[in-house]
């Protein structure tokens, strides 16, 4: 079983047939159908279905999908280590992060952390919590900061973080609204904030209108515009409230405690210890500092 079966046998799920995968990887679609065959050979069972014209994964080709990208995403890493050495200030340093934290904090962190260690090679993916989750367990990223950590995975550090509702002054009103009745503003599926707003109106018992507008960006946008309430971190909103755009509305169970988590796989690279030891550090990683997570007083690099 080799990367290249692997990497077809992804690239066909991704795409949806075998034709669309041999465009993608640049090969013919004969090849990728002979892969296709080696594959199901090796493994034994049937990894593919017939769908219309393309072809969808069996239950055993989802299982064996999850197998496959943290195998790729291993063998990744362990080149990448392996070329660089044990010199972790010429690394390697995925960050993931979701777009709350990408947007409010990890660019001051990449400041400081880029000026310390400029030969790092550092990417950033940002995107909402259910994806870049999922990338930090397949090995394709080494650090995200964001909620709590998944399956087989660890929180190294923590920062404090509190959710409160947002809304646009209006010196007609009074301090309070009538939460069931105007309109919540929410996140795009798969986003913490959503899932935590969602479950708030439940806790509350209310049924008002939602408009569901994406990124975080648009969210608050639309609220200091006044087109509704929305739930949002602290960090996100900090200079609105400063600044008069927005002031908070009283809801109960508000404000919400949702610490940030600078989570990693048991493992972590060298690189990614010395990116954790920066944002822990008052001295280097200023009011953006995160404390070391109590289960885990210190960081141990993959040797």
Known sequence: MTPARLQTFLAIHECGSARAAAQRLSVTESAVSASLAALHAEVGVTLFERSGRGLRLTEAGAVFA????????????????????????????????????????????????????????????????DRVSALLADHRLDVVIGGRPGAGQVT???????????????????????????TWLLREAGSGTRDATLALLRRIGIDPPLLTLGSVGAVVSSAALGLGVTLVSTDAVEHHLRAGTLRRVPAPGTPL????????????????????KHLTDPERAGELVFRVARSHPSTRPRG
């Open 257 to 276: 405690s949702r610490p940030w988590h600078a989570v990693t796989t048991a493992a972590p690279t060298a690189t990614t210890a010395l990116f954790l």
């Open 66 to 129: 999850g197998y496959a990208r943290r195998i790729l995403g291993l063998l990744d890493e362990s080149v990448a280590a392996a070329r660089r050495g044990a010199d972790a200030e010429r690394g390697r340093l995925r960050i993931g992060a979701v777009t709350t934290a990408g947007e409010a904090l990890i660019p001051g962190l990449l400041a400081s952390f880029r000026q310390r260690y400029p030969q790092v090679e550092v990417t950033l993916d940002i995107d909402v919590r």
């Open 156 to 182: 190294r550090a923590t920062r404090a973080n509190s959710m409160v509702l947002v809304a646009a002054p209006d010196p007609g009103a009074g301090p309070t609204l009538d939460l069931g009745a105007v």
